[in-house]
């Protein structure tokens, strides 16, 4: 598999001088073109100090109630270190907006890298999605934009934000 740069760029600088680390993870998809009417993710992983924590969270997609995972696509698919698996959220369950999927880390962590792996079919469909990275307080901290997406691409995108260094 090849890398594929993506692109990024930080948003949101520290007011006050305080350190602010990342606790939720989010790519998001908007459908309105009707061109995605479906996001399917291999693996999320999440980098901190060199490993990757994104299994020790806890993934969700859609709502809250997971009632947009489509059979066999559970969120928890894209953390579960096998890129042979896949969640799945179903545009015919969202209500509203775009599709989504998340993570919660459980607690703010300084991570540095996200690298996205795009299922080995439909993998097109992330096509333009978005990548947030949040603090504990749900604002965002940095975010990306998923690029050149297809069957099996990987997408490493490196995270900046003022968690160490300020
Ligand atoms: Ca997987």
């Known amino acids: 598999m090849h890398q594929i740069p993506a692109q990024y760029f930080r948003t949101h600088e520290s007011q006050s001088g305080s350190a602010r680390c990342v606790q939720h993870i989010q790519v998001f998809n908007h459908n309105s073109d009707e061109e995605h009417q479906q996001m399917s993710l291999a693996e999320v992983e999440v980098f901190a100090g060199g490993g990757n924590v994104a299994g020790e969270g806890t993934a969700i997609q859609g709502d809250k109630s997971q009632q947009t995972a489509a059979t066999g696509g559970a969120a928890e698919n894209a ?14 369950h969202i209500q509203r907006g775009g599709l989504w999927w998340k993570l919660d880390l459980g607690s703010e962590q300084d991570v540095d890298r996200i690298r996205i792996t795009a299922p080995n079919s439909n993998g097109s469909d992330l096509e333009g999605a978005f990548v947030y990275a949040r603090d504990s307080n ?6 990306g934009r998923i690029k050149g997406a297809s069957d099996g691409s990987v997408h490493e995108l490196q995270v900046e934000t003022c968690c160490s260094g300020y």
């Open 79 to 92: 953390i579960d270190g096998d890129p042979a698996t896949a969640s799945l959220t179903d545009h015919n």
């Open 138 to 143: 749900y604002q965002i901290l940095w975010s």
